[in-house]
């Protein structure tokens, strides 16, 4: 239901995209969020957009950084990562909620010089 694309390797300060393709349901009808795990630390959610675009909200971690965006044509979410840092590191997923669905194998975000 859902695949994540556009991670990689970026040094600090530097900018990524994160692309969400998502399939089985009515996209545009539900806001969407991104998720990110770290390597020894649980799953938390970094930044949200209610359905339509009309809201967003961050983590504190991420604010000021990190844009959320969505194109329901496409039923695709984004989000637009700068300035990152070495503590961005982790596997970035999108999701409605945790157990609306599977997990995506998400995509693996590394800020390293």
């Known amino acids: 239901q859902f695949v994540e694309s556009g991670g990689g390797l970026v040094q600090p300060g530097g900018s990524l995209r994160l692309s969400c393709a998502a399939s089985?349901?009515?996209?545009?009808?539900?806001?969407m969020r991104w998720y990110r795990q770290a390597p020894g630390k649980e799953r938390e959610s970094v930044a949200t957009i209610t359905s339509a675009g009309g809201s967003t909200s961050y983590a504190d971690s991420v604010k000021g950084r990190f844009r959320i965006s969505r194109d329901d044509a496409k039923n695709t979410v984004y989000l637009q990562m700068n300035s990152l840092k070495p503590e961005d590191t982790a596997v970035y997923y999108c999701?409605?909620?945790?157990?609306?669905?599977?997990w995506g194998q998400g995509t693996q975000v590394t800020v390293s010089s």
């Open positions: 999701n409605v909620r945790p157990g609306f669905g599977s």
């Open positions: 089985g349901f009515t996209f545009s009808t539900y806001g």
